[in-house]
């Protein structure tokens, strides 16, 4: 079983829609949960990173934790053709030393 | 957001021949680094975990002697690819916490190999 999961896409949205994306980790003592974007060719970048059950918002991106259910998703809300890339989730354990990654959700936002 | 360098961005070399590739933390200190590998299409595999002042621990599966790490300063890492073959073209990417208390990860731009 891998410590991260997320759908492999695509997931396709029109412009404007809101884009819904989960993952799920199998270690219930993980502490940090993060979403990064990651377009073609390039590096990862961070949007977003939770830490306590609920919903954290910023800007367009929303991010949901239930460490009950050990489950993570991203909202991102008025999706643009920007944002279409590969959104990967990332697991921290307790003192940081360790991140796990999903496989990563492509997203295609259409015009 | 914190700014974590990486270089060269892309580099090309004979088979059997050495790369190294260097990370640093440009506005803090990084005890601890993270090299990952990613090949097209799929995600980023951690290779090892670099440790200023000790030995880096490597992931199961990764040739610690192929894949040397020098973690020599709190700013700098480095990764050197020995004996490179063409399975070595691989996308590079390195990463660094703050330190923070976040456990927020901060990418250096990637370092894009190809081994002819």
């Known amino acids: 079983q891998k410590e991260v999961e997320q759908n492999s896409g695509p997931l396709s949205v029109p412009e404007g829609a809101i884009a819904s994306l989960n993952c799920t980790y199998s270690?219930?003592?993980?502490?940090?949960f993060f979403w990064y974007r990651q377009y073609s060719g390039k590096s990862p970048e961070l949007i977003m990173s939770i830490y306590s059950n609920g919903d954290k918002e910023d800007g367009r991106f929303t991010a949901q934790l239930n460490k009950a259910s050990q489950y993570v998703s991203l909202l991102i809300r008025d999706s643009q053709p920007s944002d279409s890339a590969t959104y990967l989730c990332?697991?921290?354990?307790?003192?940081?030393?360790?991140?796990?990654f999903g496989s990563g959700t492509k997203l295609n936002v259409k015009p | 957001g914190a700014v974590v360098s990486q270089h060269p961005s892309w580099v090309i070399c004979k088979s059997g021949t050495s790369v190294k590739i260097e990370c640093r933390s440009l506005d803090f200190q990084a005890t601890t680094m993270f090299w990952y590998r990613q090949f097209p299409k799929q995600s980023l595999m951690l290779m090892a975990t670099s440790n200023e002042g000790s030995k880096a621990t490597y992931e199961q599966g990764v040739e610690k002697d192929k894949f040397l790490i020098n973690h020599a300063s709190l700013t700098l890492s480095t990764l050197t690819v020995t004996s490179a073959h063409p399975e070595d073209s691989s996308f590079y990417i390195c990463s660094a916490p703050t330190g923070s208390g976040t456990g927020e990860l901060f990418f250096g731009e990637g370092s894009r190999l190809t081994v002819l």
């Open positions: 270690d219930r003592g993980s502490q940090s």
């Open positions: 990332a697991v921290g354990q307790y003192n940081f030393n360790k991140f796990y």
